[in-house]
């Protein structure tokens, strides 16, 4: 079991509530739990059915360098990079 993060923007309430099940919500659309691997996984099957035109991001704690690692879903100006074996976060600005 591994401390899960998992935050929602603009996505269906069914979704919302699917999460609520396994994850506490803290705040608006920012769910956490401690739950197993497949559990994570499950969840994630979800997201990528349900979440539609939102965005996800879904973060645990990892035996890795930085401790955690994290998957995204949908459309941020925040993008996932590697950089050297590191996970990192590009943010684009915004267009003019």
Request: no cysteine.
């Given at each position: 079991?591994?401390?899960?993060?998992v935050?929602?923007?603009?996505?269906?309430?069914?979704?919302?509530?699917?999460?609520?099940v396994?994850?506490?919500?803290?705040?608006?659309?920012?769910?956490?739990?401690?739950?197993?691997?497949?559990?994570?996984?499950?969840?994630?099957?979800?997201?990528?059915?349900?979440?539609?035109?939102?965005?996800v991001?879904?973060?645990?704690?990892?035996?890795?360098?930085?401790?955690?690692?994290?998957?995204?879903?949908?459309?941020?100006?925040?993008?996932?990079?590697?950089?050297?074996?590191?996970?990192?976060?590009?943010?684009?600005?915004?267009?003019?």
């Amino acid at each position: 079991m591994a401390m899960l993060v998992v935050v929602t923007e603009a996505v269906p309430d069914r979704l919302r509530g699917r999460l609520a099940v396994w994850l506490l919500e803290i705040r608006a659309g920012v769910y956490v739990g401690d739950v197993s691997r497949r559990i994570r996984e499950m969840l994630w099957e979800q997201v990528n059915v349900l979440a539609e035109d939102g965005n996800v991001v879904m973060s645990w704690a990892t035996n890795t360098e930085s401790g955690f690692e994290f998957v995204t879903y949908g459309k941020n100006r925040r993008q996932p990079i590697d950089f050297d074996g590191i996970r990192l976060v590009k943010f684009t600005p915004e267009k003019q």
